[in-house]
């Protein structure tokens, strides 16, 4: 076996060689040593640590004080020049998974700096760092893999996942995003690899909604993978076998939310992401009652989903409460959406939800969802069978409930075709639209269809970013139903009121206040969300009204209520501008 050569003089070196304190030099390959590092960053360790490297912005006096001298060329530049230069850069790659992998390893080199590009440039970057593109980097994630950004729990880790919790060097943490991979976007089970979704949402959360880089933690469950392209994959970074199912998926479940909370405390934000349904449901109703937890692709889809419909009045002129709506997709997307749209029409008019359910329609694979369907249906579709006879597919539903609105959220690209859009048209003045299915291929329909093909009438909104449309000397300007709009504030508002659980109420009134940012300019564009452009702006004002309610409930836990809700939130936002060190 080969040995480490012995320098016959380790303890003497006249030329400044390298002393071998630990004997790392000496042993043999299979000799441990113990990965000794310093607790303090300053010098070349500093210039690794990416939340406190500065790059070329090191003034002359820090150089001198943190032994910077010689390991940085001699030019002193600001955090905006460095910007410039960054964006510049990044703009010259052709494809969009090469720029998230630059802006992956910016995040990984100087943490401010990527903060500051992705809030100053956030329309442009926004696709990048989240969808579309992020599918793609789960998609590819274990050949683009460098370095870890979250934490990995696998079945290997049962009956330890606390210890495993303190790995994470961060104890204060206020929210947690975790998936399992199962249901990555509309692209299906990519295992482990969709750790790419909680750093991304966490990123998000940082930018968007100033909760401090420090205090988030991206965590995968890995329980295994059905895809068989990735188990035959040389690459893949997760376990090798088949899906854990029934109680050993449970108790891994089970363990992992009471190692947070054990650790962690009350009052930590745990978001469910991207599970497949059949847990999804599970979970958020399991853990409601004694953990703050949130689904961001059952209530952040519905929130966000609520406060286009909410604004969209403004250009139907006509209340949600006379409104018909039909769904394609009854999955967690479709029946949280619906769920909330019934739970403000309730308020709105005074009834019960159970009334105000009767004025939406899902159709799922199967058609429309009907009372006589109803033995067969998942048991969070029932409440959304309605008496009708039955009906095969979309057109035919269009035709016979003659809805105002038209969501789309199963996934199914190009579902919205040219005769969809000309029944929906035929039916309404203003059709409102909404292709909500993620990454751009499952969108149900392009913006440019939705507004030819209606001869420029429809309210168009749809998950994934689409360029404006000319059609007959007119543009038009679609916005994107994007999660991104509530998640962040919503989690601020949690964190700062100190809030231990969520309430149905908070995501309305998330919804009220991303509605009410709404500009008449933004409404002239035939626009229903606001530009990106002022998303912090935004977000303090969906903080602030959740933050209300949870104060309005007696669920806020911080007190007492600060008197100007607004200026709280914006003053409790993280800055990524560099700071001086002495």
Same mark, same amino acid.
């Given at each position: 076996?080969?040995?480490?050569? !012995?320098?016959?003089?380790? !303890? ?7 002393? *071998?304190?630990?004997?790392?030099? $000496? ?17 070349? $360790? ?9 790059? /070329? ?26 910007? !410039? ?8 790659? +052709? ?23 992705? #809030? ?6 926004? =696709?990048?760092?989240?969808? =579309? ?5 789960? +998609? ?15 079945? &290997? ?22 998936? *399992? ?32 880089? $420090?205090?988030?933690? =991206?965590?995968?469950? *890995? ?24 109680? %050993? ?19 930590? /934000? ?21 953990? @703050? ?54 308020? +709105? ?5 159970? %009334? ?15 009372? $006589? ?9 029932? =409440? ?8 095969? *597919? ?7 409930? &003659?809805?105002?609105?038209? #969501? ?11 005769e969809v859009i000309e029944a929906m048209s035929s039916i309404n003045e203003r059709p409102l639209i909404m292709a909500l299915s993620n990454p751009t291929t499952q969108s149900e329909c392009t913006a440019e269809e939705a507004y030819t093909w209606s001869k420029g009438r429809a309210i168009f909104a749809s998950g994934s970013p689409f360029d404006p449309v000319e059609y007959e000397g007119s543009v038009f300007v679609s916005t994107q139903a994007n999660n991104a709009y509530i998640f962040p504030g919503f989690g601020l508002g949690l964190v700062i009121s100190g809030a231990v659980r969520v309430h149905d109420d908070m995501? @309305? ?39 209300? !309610? ?19 939130? %914006? ?12």
């Open positions: 076996m080969e040995k480490n050569v !012995k320098n016959s003089d380790m !303890k003497s070196s006249v030329n400044g060689g390298v002393v *071998d304190v630990y004997g790392e030099d $000496s042993a043999t390959i299979e000799h441990s040593i113990t990965p000794w590092s310093l607790s303090v960053s300053s010098g070349y $360790s500093l210039l690794r640590d990416p939340r406190y490297n500065k790059g /070329l912005a090191f003034s002359e006096k820090e150089r001198d004080t943190h032994y910077l001298r010689g390991l940085l060329p001699p030019a002193v530049v600001d955090q905006n020049l460095q910007e !410039k230069r960054l964006i510049n850069n990044i703009r010259q790659y +052709q494809f969009p998974l090469q720029k998230y992998m630059a802006l992956t390893e910016l995040q990984e080199r100087n943490e401010r700096l990527f903060y500051k590009l992705l #809030i100053d440039h956030v329309e442009e970057l926004l =696709p990048i760092v989240y969808t =579309p593109t992020v599918g793609e980097a789960c +998609q590819k994630y274990g050949s683009i893999f460098r370095r870890p950004q979250g934490l990995f729990i696998s079945l &290997k880790e049962k009956g330890k996942i606390l210890d495993v919790l303190k790995n994470w060097p961060e104890r204060n943490i206020q929210v947690i995003v975790v998936t *399992d991979g199962e249901r990555i976007l509309g692209l299906g089970d990519l295992g482990c690899q969709g750790m790419g979704i909680p750093v991304g949402k966490l990123a998000l959360y940082t930018a968007l909604g100033g909760v401090r880089p $420090s205090a988030c933690l =991206p965590v995968t469950i *890995d329980v295994g993978t059905n895809n068989e392209k990735l188990l035959n994959d040389e690459f893949y970074i997760g376990l090798k076998q088949k899906r854990a199912t029934g109680q %050993e998926y449970r108790d891994l479940l089970h363990e992992f939310m009471s190692a947070v909370k054990q650790n962690y405390g009350e009052n930590v /934000l745990i978001q469910f992401e991207d599970f497949a349904n059949h847990n999804a449901f599970e979970l958020l109703a399991k853990y409601r009652d004694s953990h @703050l937890v949130f689904n961001d692709d059952i209530q952040g889809t519905a929130a966000v989903v609520l406060a286009g419909l909410v604004s969209a009045q403004k250009l139907t002129n006509s209340p949600l409460a006379e409104h018909t709506f039909l769904f394609l997709g009854a999955g967690e997307a479709g029946t949280g959406i619906a769920e909330l749209i019934a739970l403000y029409i309730s308020k +709105q008019m005074n009834a019960s939800v159970e %009334e105000s359910r009767k004025k939406i329609w899902l159709v799922d694979s199967k058609g429309l969802i009907v009372n $006589s369907r109803k033995e067969s249906l998942q048991a969070f579709k029932k =409440p959304w069978a309605h008496e009708h006879e039955p009906v095969n *597919d979309l057109l035919g539903a269009i035709k016979a409930i &003659k809805p105002n609105v038209l #969501i789309g959220s199963a996934g199914i690209g190009r579902s919205f075709t040219k995501l @309305l009134a998330a919804a009220e206040a991303l509605a009410g940012q709404v500009s008449k300019e933004n409404y002239e564009k035939g626009m229903i969300y606001p530009s990106f452009s002022s998303i912090r702006k935004i977000s303090a004002h969906i903080a602030a009204n959740v933050a209300t !309610k949870a104060y309005e409930l007696g669920l806020a836990g911080r007190l007492p209520r600060p008197k100007e809700i607004v200026k709280c939130a %914006e003053s409790s936002m993280y800055s990524p501008t560099y700071r001086i060190y002495r």
